[in-house]
């Protein structure tokens, strides 16, 4: 029976049984390849081990580490899932490396689909929606962002899709979960949600030979919808989004969409995130056009029919500058306050827009009234 290699620069399947001393005597299912993956990954892989009293079972990996907010990382994390053979896979999946993604950065150029991609494309977009909302009505007080991703994964699993995320750049799970102070690419783990709390679901799934990205945010439980400061975050995130999106037209360029964002946002008492961007997005999970969401921005080029690009502004209730954790994924808001975001998959058309991930008149969350 086949593993994954536990070495971050790896991700490969492997026969090996080769453990580290410790994960052998605690029985952890992490394994290497050889020693040469041992060796290579021991600094970043030692942080993962339980103390040595075993006084907890759910662990921080990295207690040196100075956070910025409240939250902190949930270990050990849950083995890697699965994906059923006969689904199709992207390049990625076993090795962990989007060579054609690095690739297509060099040239820098932007994708016009064919009429039959576009075709498909919708039906990528249409089938990534019903599996985020399918995830999302299982947020609660109580479940675990780790629980959201094993739902989300058999949602995507049955349905013949595989989850974007999984392995890209050993990315170790389905989807990315992103709680309170962290602004994007939080992993799920152990930690369980609480009333008050906000969450993003990030859903990426690869089928019919191309990808599709969407996220929301949720109020978790009743308290945070009584929070004046968490409702205007998320609310004023989702018109930004919005009005971005009534922009998108042919022959308007990609630089502009930043300027709307941040003067709503400003209105509003929030800031608008520099460090991450929405993006192109086809048979490749992530490249060219690159959509900036603050004002006064360098972004190239111009929408045309047939490009397919994401919007996906990150706003905070404190500063926008963000800090990475040490798993090298998770990025939170450097006061600890919190962070929230949205994303849509558009469609340009000959005159205007199409949203591809578009909310049905089921989906779960929603706006809710703003607290005077």
Request: proline fraction near 7%; glycine fraction near 6%; aromatic fraction near 8%.
């Amino acid at each position: 029976m086949s593993a994954i290699c536990a070495a971050p620069t790896c991700g490969k399947e492997t026969a090996s049984a080769l453990k580290c001393p410790v994960c052998l005597k605690s029985g952890s299912s992490h394994v290497f390849c050889d020693q040469s993956c041992f060796r290579g990954a021991w600094t970043s892989h030692k942080s993962i081990h339980k103390k040595e009293d075993g006084s907890d079972e759910v662990y921080d990996p990295f207690p040196n580490f100075e956070y910025c907010g409240e939250l902190r990382p949930h270990y050990p994390l849950t083995p890697r899932r699965a994906v059923p053979k006969h689904i199709k896979r992207p390049e990625y999946a076993d090795n962990g490396r989007p060579i054609s993604e690095i690739k297509n950065d060099r040239i820098g150029k932007i994708t016009i689909l064919t009429p039959k991609e576009i075709e498909k494309v919708r039906k990528v977009g249409a089938m990534s929606r019903e599996i985020l909302d399918a995830t999302a009505r299982h947020i609660r007080p109580g479940i675990t962002t780790d629980e959201l991703d094993a739902i989300l994964h058999k949602e995507c699993t049955k349905r013949n899709a595989y989850p974007s995320p999984l392995n890209y750049y050993n990315f170790p799970k389905s989807m990315c979960t992103s709680v309170n102070e962290i602004i994007c690419h939080g992993i799920p783990d152990q930690y369980v949600l609480k009333d008050g709390d906000i969450i993003n679901l990030d859903v990426t799934i690869f089928y019919l030979g191309l990808h599709s990205d969407l996220n929301e945010t949720y109020y978790v439980g009743d308290k945070a919808k009584a929070d004046k400061d968490t409702v205007n975050l998320i609310e004023t995130t989702r018109e930004c989004l919005e009005l971005a999106i009534a922009m998108v037209k042919p022959g308007v360029a990609f630089r502009d969409y930043g300027n709307i964002i941040e003067e709503h946002a400003t209105k509003n008492n929030c800031s608008v995130v520099r460090t991450y961007c929405g993006h192109g997005i086809n048979q490749l999970f992530h490249c060219q056009p690159n959509i900036p969401h603050y004002a006064r921005n360098k972004a190239v080029g111009i929408a045309k029919p047939g490009m397919v690009f994401t919007i996906e502004p990150m706003l905070c209730v404190g500063t926008y500058k963000d800090t990475t954790w040490p798993d090298r994924w998770t990025s939170s808001t450097q006061d600890g306050k919190y962070s929230a975001q949205f994303e849509q998959m558009l469609l340009v058309t000959e005159d205007g827009v199409e949203v591809l991930t578009a909310r049905k008149s089921d989906s779960p969350g929603g706006p809710i009234p703003r607290i005077q």
